[in-house]
DNA sequence: CATTGACGTCAACAGGTGTTGGCCTACACT
DNA sequence: AGTGTAGGCCAACACCTGTTGACGTCAATG
């Protein structure tokens, strides 16, 4: 009857959508391949054609590019700001990342698959406007453990204040945080207080 | 048989730890019953009994007092430093707080309890440092996303930098930011009054 | 002594889960 | 035409979950 045949890919597509949404707001074990394939019009047993399981469905959903930008292209005073920036406009246009946090709260496979974005692609990014070089890794956690931490309290707690901060706020807030731990000589000391906060 | 008849509220007692470990390790969905029941050397009945549901046990094993200092009876300088040394010293005693955070990664009823723990305590507790009341709310709820950030790399997401530093090495770096987040002037001045750069 | 009540076990229920295999149907190709 | 194949649905399996009620059994209490 009403067999409404559709292209292939383009379910696939429809599939992966739905479960990068379902992922994003309630975690990994509280989505359900029913759930998913109810809202994609489809009967449950696609989705396991399409991705094999609901593990390998997580991977494919949970595929990020944080699409960093090219730090040596930044003023070094700026690139507090620029990291912010960039970050909460990806979390408030994707949930992707979101949902790879909320499974890792819980999941020390996906755990291990923000360990290897942070490698790969903070650490990455971030390596050339440090100070020493040995001290990349830890820098990048600091700032890592610092944007996550404002994810973690605007979109999965929930914090009031913080979800009531419109991003210009956050960025003025955070970035001299972010700035501090790169590109600052030591833990203790600002980089040079007086010019932060130019615009 | 084997009665080995026990004492009652020490059972309740063996209970609420073997849950406490197990929420604070996997999280809750991935924690049955069944196996707190077995590590505890018990039926799972009992745990009902006991505590009428799983969301109750949950709700009795996350009850958390943070415990914060007085930081009124604080140097207002020294205020990050404590506050970050209180939480990393907190972390690594009680894993409760974990299991809550783990938690509230997936589920609304446990980010509630994050939020009126937060109003209730870190908030209270913040507000005589801070130099506008009106911003306490959010210079809290910042500090908060710092530390729950370091909480989360440390301990959930294990990011080897951050799991590598001693304690002191994360007060060293984690503490000028919230000092800052909580004591200074503006966003982007330091709380040093020499140093304000205004243009 | 008898009875009560707390501590504990056992077995089962009811529902939801990921996953599987069989079957149907429309389209493209020979 | 006939045929293969990809897209799709249905029903079921096997398992695990929280939860419940009936049933023991020991100790203390009247």
Same mark, same amino acid.
């Given at each position: $009857?009403?067999?409404?045949?559709? *292209?292939?890919?383009?379910? +696939?597509?429809?599939?992966?959508? !739905? ?8 975690? @990994? ?8 394939? =109810? ?6 047993? $696609? #989705? $396991? +054609? @399409?991705?094999? =399981? ?15 930008? &090219?730090? /040596?292209?930044?003023? !070094? ?6 990291? #912010?920036?960039?970050? #909460?406009?990806?979390?408030? =246009? ?49 700032? %890592? ?9 605007? @979109? #999965? ?19 001299? /945080?972010?700035?501090? @731990?790169?590109?600052?000589? *030591? %833990?203790?000391? &600002?980089? &040079?207080? &007086? +010019?932060?906060?130019?615009?």
């Amino acid at each position: $009857m009403t067999d409404a045949r559709r *292209s292939g890919a383009e379910t +696939r597509d429809r599939i992966l959508a !739905v479960a990068r949404e379902h992922f994003a707001r309630q975690g @990994y074990d509280r989505t359900t391949i029913r759930a998913i394939a =109810s809202e994609a019009q489809i009967d449950p047993s $696609m #989705v $396991m +054609r @399409y991705f094999g =399981s609901k593990e390998e469905l997580f991977t494919a959903a949970a595929a990020i590019d944080l699409a960093l930008p &090219d730090l /040596t292209e930044v003023p !070094v005073g700026d690139v507090g700001r620029t990291l #912010v920036t960039h970050f #909460v406009r990806m979390w408030d =246009s994707d949930g992707t990342l979101m949902a790879l946090l909320r499974r890792a709260a819980s999941d020390p496979a996906a755990a291990e698959q923000m360990r290897s974005i942070f490698a790969a692609q903070v650490a990455r990014a971030v390596a050339p406007v440090c100070p020493d070089p040995s001290q990349v890794p830890r820098r990048a956690a600091l700032a %890592a453990s610092q944007l996550l931490g404002i994810a973690l309290g605007r @979109y #999965v707690l929930v914090l009031p204040p913080i979800v009531d901060m419109t991003p210009d706020e956050i960025v003025e807030w955070v970035a001299p /945080t972010i700035q501090r @731990y790169l590109a600052a000589e *030591s %833990a203790q000391t &600002d980089q &040079d207080p &007086d +010019r932060v906060g130019s615009s």
